[in-house]
């Protein structure tokens, strides 16, 4: 056996041995294989069981409560021009960093011609970038981003503001629905390499209790709500 | 120490009470510690308020980890198989200097000289940084508090928020000390001052590192998932820009399911900071995939026992279902105090006071379980429920057995038992003693000096008997008729 092997051996050992076992026990392997494939819920917050409308509106207030600024875009137009104008108001260039996501591409830019573009992972000096969240729980304002060429996850931690364009349809009460989502999406008992929960702009209280925003991550999140 | 090193090498746990003395008369300690109370302990109120459903969830929340702990070789293997299966690999290291040798290898395979470290309390307890550094490998701690104490030179004083100890002059002093390059004079007379030029110096450090190496909230069998909560981002930095991913875990933090993940999730962030959630929560899975164009080429997970086992099949079970959220130090008079240095150990508080003579053996440790008033707050506020005062009694209760406490307390002890077994004995010596502390007190009605007792005596008086004994006053009053 090498090392790797030994050691291995040696922590499972240990483990059976304090919990009185056999590797080889069929209830007890029966009983880890069932809970895996059943995945079964705890309970779920009331408040993460609302109707669609009302979780729209918990993700708002949550969101906002956690210092993003949110938008609700009835049409895509105003979805583009709520993007533009975030970068406008914060007097910041008028340039985005994005990723291959089909849904963001089809949006109707022409309605914001200014907006200059740049693709792919993002880089030291973006200013400003544009993700799209595949879902998001209303329970406590978390917009779920997946990594992949379609949105990178440097356009979430690199540039000093991030944009997140969620559809109304895929807002849903509670974690377990979306993960739900994600199951239908990248298959069951797996995930793509890197799931966020997002669930405002980056901060820390580490002195002195004080919140400060844009610790490491973006100072500024924006969110537009589309639908 | 035998297995536990990293900060806590130079203070002795044994030096507990004079580190408690000296942490009482440190007047900008005192100052920094009223943050604990100011922030955590009505944050978490508020949000456990905000969420009816929080005491259920706690109940779930510990048969989740029960569960798991009980069958934890198998879903150690489940989620061994899942991790490999997306192209990652997982070193299992039964010591804490395995865990050490392994992430040096691996460093040293990817030729790296710049490590990026998310918080980690796993990487303290096994002194990675002295590890990695004595190999010429130059670690960079970027969770703000972590990298406050790593240029102080000190070990974190709170498991979430590691520089509580510090006020915001503190820092300012190191940061004009340690943060070379910068202009003389600049002001950094404000928390935001302070944390805009982290955020410059550390970002230099994330787009150069090579390796990035974090810990975990949570390990999920059913997907092999590493899970990070974070505030600032820092961990998602470490652990999406370098060629590597380094995840260190120890072996109870597995839990089976994205669901159990969920539960577990609603309790943490609650209980510790008193948020709803924290700002970022990452589930982190394997390398890059093909068609990525971003994240880890290489993905490692260092799964630590050290320890851990031995505490599985002992009285110490409850403590593995631990999810590290900070309320019972939070909550504990006794940090509140004189905050988590004093301690002498990496974990401080109740928490520590169970986990430390467990990961180093109690005759490293003997003071912790001693170290609290026992008022109970600890355990009401643990989100998994963990009989924190009793495990403290057991530690008590064994180091007792070893039979080498100082000699005057087991002769004193003894004599104690000796009479208590006796109740004619015991009732007549009472009936000699209580009247006799009471002539010997006089009218104050308390010593300001006792012989043997000037620990207790040096800053408070001892109230004396009143002259009767318990019995002699119940006879009395029940034959008054007064019951």
Same mark, same amino acid.
């Given at each position: 056996?090498?090392?790797?092997?030994?050691?291995?051996?040696?922590?499972?050992?240990?483990?059976?041995?304090?919990?009185?076992?056999?590797?080889?026990?069929?209830?007890?392997?029966?009983?880890?294989?069932?809970?895996?494939?059943?995945?079964?819920?705890?309970?779920?917050?009331?408040?993460?069981?609302?109707?669609?409308?009302?979780?729209?509106?918990?993700?708002?207030?949550?969101?906002?409560?956690?210092?993003?600024?949110?938008?609700?875009?009835?049409?895509?137009?105003?979805?583009?021009?709520?993007?533009?104008?975030?970068?406008?108001?914060?007097?910041?260039?008028?340039?985005?960093?994005?990723?291959?996501?089909?849904?963001?591409?089809?949006?109707?830019?022409?309605?914001?011609?200014?907006?200059?573009?740049?693709?792919?992972?993002?880089?030291?000096?973006?200013?400003?970038?544009?993700?799209?969240?595949?879902?998001?729980?209303? $329970?406590?304002?978390?917009?779920?981003?997946?990594?992949?060429?379609?949105?990178?996850?440097?356009?979430?931690?690199?540039?000093?503001?991030?944009?997140?364009?969620?559809?109304?349809?895929?807002?849903?009460?509670?974690?377990? $629905?979306?993960?739900?989502?994600?199951?239908?999406?990248?298959?069951?008992?797996?995930?793509?390499?890197a799931?966020t929960?997002?669930?405002?702009?980056?901060?820390?209280?580490?002195?002195?209790?004080?919140?400060?925003?844009?610790?490491?991550?973006?100072?500024?999140?924006?969110?537009?709500?589309?639908? | 120490?035998?297995?536990?090193?990293?900060?806590?090498?130079?203070?002795?746990?044994?030096?507990?009470?004079?580190?408690?003395?000296?942490?009482?008369?440190?007047?900008?300690?005192?100052?920094?510690?009223? %943050?604990?109370?100011?922030?955590?302990?009505?944050?978490?109120?508020?949000?456990?308020?905000?969420?009816?459903?929080?005491?259920?969830?706690?109940?779930?929340?510990?048969?989740?980890?029960?569960?798991?702990?009980?069958?934890?070789?198998?879903?150690?293997?489940?989620?061994?198989?899942?991790?490999?299966?997306?192209?990652?690999?997982?070193?299992?290291?039964?010591?804490?200097?395995?865990?050490?040798?392994?992430?040096?290898?691996?460093?040293?395979?990817?030729?790296?000289?710049?490590?990026?470290?998310g918080k980690s309390?796993?990487?303290?307890?096994?002194?990675?940084?002295?590890?990695?550094?004595?190999?010429?490998?130059?670690?960079?701690?970027?969770d703000?508090?972590?990298?406050?104490?790593?240029?102080?030179?000190?070990?974190?004083?709170?498991?979430?928020?590691?520089?509580?100890?510090?006020?915001?002059?503190?820092?300012?002093?190191?940061?004009?000390?340690?943060?070379?390059?910068?202009?003389?004079?600049?002001?950094?007379?404000?928390?935001?001052?302070?944390?805009?030029?982290?955020?410059?110096?550390?970002?230099?450090?994330?787009?150069?590192?090579?390796?990035g190496?974090t810990g975990a909230n949570l390990l999920?069998?059913?997907?092999?998932s590493s899970v990070i909560v974070t %505030?600032?981002g820092n961990g998602d930095?470490t652990q999406?820009?370098?060629?590597?991913h380094?995840v260190?875990a120890?072996?109870?933090k597995?839990?089976?399911?994205?669901?159990?993940?969920?539960?577990?999730?609603?309790?943490?962030?609650?209980?510790?900071?008193?948020?709803?959630?924290t700002?970022y929560t990452t589930f982190a899975?394997?390398?890059?995939?093909?068609?990525?164009?971003?994240?880890?080429?290489?993905?490692?997970?260092?799964?630590?026992?050290?320890?851990?086992?031995?505490?599985?099949?002992?009285?110490?079970?409850?403590?593995?279902?631990?999810?590290?959220?900070?309320?019972?130090?939070?909550?504990?008079?006794?940090?509140?105090?004189?905050?988590?240095?004093?301690?002498?150990?990496?974990?401080?508080?109740?928490?520590?006071?169970?986990?430390?003579?467990?990961?180093?053996?109690?005759?490293?440790?003997?003071?912790?379980?001693?170290?609290?008033?026992?008022?109970?707050?600890?355990?009401?506020?643990?989100?998994?429920?963990?009989?924190?005062?009793?495990?403290?009694?057991?530690?008590?209760?064994?180091?007792?057995?070893?039979?080498?406490?100082?000699?005057?307390?087991?002769?004193?002890?003894?004599?104690?038992?000796?009479?208590?077994?006796?109740?004619?004995?015991?009732?007549?010596?009472?009936?000699?003693?209580?009247?006799?502390?009471?002539?010997?007190?006089?009218?104050?009605?308390?010593?300001?000096?006792?012989?043997?007792?000037?620990?207790?005596?040096?800053?408070?008086?001892?109230?004396?008997?009143?002259?009767?004994?318990?019995?002699?006053?119940?006879?009395?009053?029940?034959?008054?008729?007064?019951?």
């Amino acid at each position: 056996m090498s090392t790797l092997d030994q050691d291995r051996a040696t922590v499972l050992s240990r483990i059976r041995i304090a919990l009185g076992v056999t590797g080889a026990d069929g209830a007890r392997e029966a009983a880890v294989a069932d809970r895996l494939r059943r995945h079964p819920r705890g309970t779920i917050p009331a408040r993460g069981l609302q109707s669609a409308e009302a979780g729209i509106a918990l993700l708002e207030a949550m969101l906002a409560s956690q210092g993003a600024e949110v938008t609700r875009a009835r049409t895509p137009e105003v979805a583009v021009r709520a993007i533009a104008d975030t970068l406008r108001v914060h007097e910041l260039p008028l340039r985005l960093r994005m990723g291959n996501d089909p849904l963001l591409h089809a949006l109707p830019w022409d309605a914001a011609l200014e907006l200059e573009w740049r693709f792919g992972a993002a880089e030291a000096e973006d200013r400003a970038a544009l993700s799209r969240a595949v879902a998001a729980a209303a $329970e406590t304002g978390s917009l779920f981003l997946v990594s992949g060429g379609d949105n990178p996850t440097t356009l979430a931690f690199l540039p000093e503001t991030h944009i997140i364009l969620i559809r109304a349809g895929d807002i849903v009460g509670c974690y377990e $629905e979306a993960f739900d989502r994600l199951r239908t999406a990248f298959g069951v008992g797996t995930l793509p390499r890197a799931v966020t929960m997002i669930s405002g702009p980056s901060r820390t209280a580490d002195i002195e209790q004080i919140i400060v925003r844009g610790a490491h991550g973006p100072k500024r999140l924006h969110v537009v709500v589309l639908g | 120490m035998s297995r536990m090193s990293g900060g806590s090498d130079d203070a002795s746990p044994q030096s507990f009470k004079e580190g408690a003395s000296r942490a009482l008369a440190d007047a900008k300690l005192q100052r920094a510690l009223l %943050n604990v109370k100011r922030g955590f302990i009505a944050k978490r109120a508020l949000a456990k308020s905000k969420l009816p459903e929080f005491d259920q969830l706690r109940d779930e929340g510990r048969a989740i980890k029960d569960h798991t702990l009980a069958h934890l070789d198998l879903y150690l293997e489940a989620y061994e198989r899942k991790v490999i299966g997306c192209g990652g690999s997982v070193h299992f290291a039964p010591s804490a200097a395995d865990a050490r040798d392994i992430v040096l290898r691996l460093c040293q395979d990817a030729g790296a000289h710049l490590v990026t470290k998310g918080k980690s309390m796993v990487s303290e307890e096994i002194g990675l940084n002295p590890h990695l550094e004595a190999a010429g490998v130059e670690v960079a701690e970027t969770d703000l508090g972590e990298h406050i104490i790593q240029i102080r030179g000190e070990g974190p004083s709170h498991i979430i928020a590691p520089v509580i100890h510090l006020n915001k002059e503190d820092i300012a002093e190191d940061f004009a000390r340690a943060h070379r390059g910068l202009p003389q004079g600049r002001s950094l007379a404000t928390v935001q001052d302070l944390v805009a030029e982290a955020r410059a110096v550390l970002r230099e450090k994330f787009l150069g590192a090579d390796v990035g190496i974090t810990g975990a909230n949570l390990l999920i069998a059913e997907t092999g998932s590493s899970v990070i909560v974070t %505030n600032e981002g820092n961990g998602d930095l470490t652990q999406t820009l370098p060629r590597m991913h380094i995840v260190i875990a120890s072996i109870e933090k597995i839990v089976p399911t994205l669901e159990d993940a969920c539960t577990i999730l609603r309790l943490l962030a609650r209980s510790g900071t008193g948020q709803e959630i924290t700002t970022y929560t990452t589930f982190a899975t394997g390398p890059a995939r093909a068609g990525d164009s971003d994240g880890p080429r290489q993905y490692h997970v260092v799964l630590l026992d050290n320890g851990r086992s031995e505490m599985l099949g002992s009285e110490f079970r409850d403590m593995l279902r631990c999810i590290r959220c900070g309320a019972c130090l939070n909550h504990c008079p006794v940090y509140g105090a004189i905050g988590g240095h004093a301690y002498g150990s990496l974990y401080p508080g109740p928490m520590g006071a169970v986990l430390t003579p467990a990961l180093a053996g109690i005759d490293h440790a003997r003071d912790l379980p001693s170290a609290s008033s026992f008022c109970g707050r600890c355990e009401e506020v643990c989100p998994m429920a963990i009989p924190l005062p009793s495990l403290m009694r057991k530690w008590r209760e064994r180091d007792f057995e070893r039979g080498d406490p100082p000699l005057a307390q087991r002769l004193a002890l003894k004599l104690w038992a000796f009479a208590a077994k006796r109740p004619r004995l015991y009732h007549g010596l009472g009936g000699v003693v209580a009247p006799l502390l009471a002539r010997l007190a006089g009218a104050q009605g308390r010593f300001r000096s006792l012989p043997f007792a000037g620990a207790w005596t040096g800053t408070r008086d001892l109230p004396a008997p009143e002259g009767k004994t318990f019995h002699e006053l119940y006879r009395e009053k029940t034959r008054s008729g007064m019951r």
